[in-house]
């Protein structure tokens, strides 16, 4: 079986909004690319891979964007590449590299966690939730920015039940933020 991992950048006051932490530099990129690396597939809900889609897909002509730095194009090439599935019930069609979920997301991720694999690797908000208070999530990852952004959507907002977590890694990083993996102690996804 393989897990299913939730990384997310986060602002100390808990806003997980893309535009809400600090801008990515050279060292978060590199860590988040390795990150991908340890997932087999990208699981989106239909707002967060329109966002990712239009920020990190190779143009037609084969060439990255000039605003797009050097370090920032392994992640782009990562990401491009790496195969996605997309849980939406108002898109018809999906492409790069994507397949659409639909029906019963419980279901549908279930049968996905039950492939082999290294793992899945979901990002976004609301997707996210769902699936924890699906208890389908075996591990959570977040890049805590030094940032207080006051306002945005918060990190699980709305989720029915406490989670309980262990913490299993931790990594600071020179611009002050600080990656922190954790496990959950109980519930479905640690068995």
């Given amino acids: 079986m393989r897990p299913l991992r939730y990384s997310i950048n986060v602002t100390l006051d808990g806003c997980c909004h893309h535009e809400a932490g600090l801008p990515p530099d050279e060292e978060s990129m590199r860590y988040w690319t390795a990150e991908m690396g340890r997932a087999d597939a990208l699981l989106f809900g239909r707002v967060t891979y329109e966002m990712m889609a239009s ?13 797009m730095d050097e370090w920032e194009v392994p ?6 590449r790496a195969r996605k599935y997309v849980v939406s019930s108002t898109l018809d069609t999906v492409d790069w590299n994507a397949e659409l979920v639909r029906g019963d997301v419980g279901q549908a991720v279930h049968r996905l966690k039950q492939e082999p694999g290294a793992g899945l690797w979901v990002g976004g908000v609301t997707l996210p939730r769902a699936l924890a208070d699906l208890g389908l999530i075996d591990e959570y990852e977040f890049v805590v920015q030094p940032v207080v952004a006051g306002h945005g959507p918060t990190l699980l907002d709305g989720l029915r039940e406490r989670l309980h977590l262990e913490l299993v890694d931790r990594r600071e990083f020179g611009s002050g933020a600080v ?4 496990r959950p102690l109980t519930g479905p996804a640690s068995r």
Avoid: K, V
């Fill in 55 to 67: 920020a990190w897909r190779r143009p037609a002509s084969g060439t990255w964007p000039d605003w």
């Fill in 179 to 182: 990656a922190l993996r954790y």
């Fill in 75 to 80: 992640f782009a090439e990562a990401i491009d």
